[in-house]
């Protein structure tokens, strides 16, 4: 009975998986770059366009006297387009720059018209760090009024340490009291005082 032998099938590589393969290979080393020159700091990158742009160029007398005209005409084809890409992160950074000053101006904004809307109670609540004084109020965790006030950010609760007769200790924003200080007849009309637990038991509440 005579054997059959089996020859080895031979791996068949489609090419247009090696083309797909080949442009994502492409595609993770442009993004591996633009991940470079996110993370490079403003200051060096302006050093690494300026150092480009005076290689390329550079009168030829003085190429020769700093040594770098071999360099320029040997990766003149590298160098051109490293000038491209810099000169156009350098232009998105700055972009990104204007566009993050002028999202946080709109939200300084927004913030500071709702020191324009606040409620008699919630002006009598801030009155206590502006006209009083006080640095932290205390007032229960299920304080209505209070919650309301950090849900607008103008408000933080400065300890996760309290009780359920002194309450929890809450301070305010940094922003808000730097327009409220500014602005102190934003608080005129408040009514009531926030009270801690306890002296809500003693007011009968």
Not at 26 to 52: H, N
Not at 154 to 159: H, P
């Amino acid at each position: 009975m005579l054997a059959h032998k089996v020859r080895p099938s031979r791996l068949q590589v489609n090419p247009a998986s090696e083309s797909d393969l080949y442009r994502r290979n492409i595609l993770e080393k442009i993004t591996g770059i633009a991940d470079l020159f996110r993370k490079i700091p403003a200051a060096f990158l302006v050093a690494v366009i300026t150092v480009l742009l005076l290689i390329l160029f550079l009168p030829e007398n003085i190429a020769k006297i700093l040594s770098v005209e071999e360099f320029r005409d040997k990766y003149r084809v590298f160098l051109g387009p490293a000038l491209l890409l810099a000169v156009s992160f350098g232009v998105a950074r700055i972009y990104g720059s204007f566009g993050e000053k002028r999202n946080t101006k709109r939200r300084v904004k927004a913030l500071r018209e709702t020191l324009h809307k606040l409620t008699a109670e919630e002006k009598g609540y801030l009155a206590q760090y502006i006209l009083e004084g006080k640095n932290s109020v205390h007032v229960g965790g299920d304080d209505g009024v209070m919650m309301g006030l950090v849900g607008k950010n103008i408000t933080y609760r400065a300890s996760t340490v309290g009780d359920l007769l002194t309450g929890f200790a809450f301070n305010l924003q940094p922003w808000a009291r730097e327009y409220l200080e500014a602005s102190p007849q934003l608080l005129s009309g408040a009514a009531g005082v926030p009270m801690t637990p306890r002296e809500k038991m003693r007011a009968g509440w």
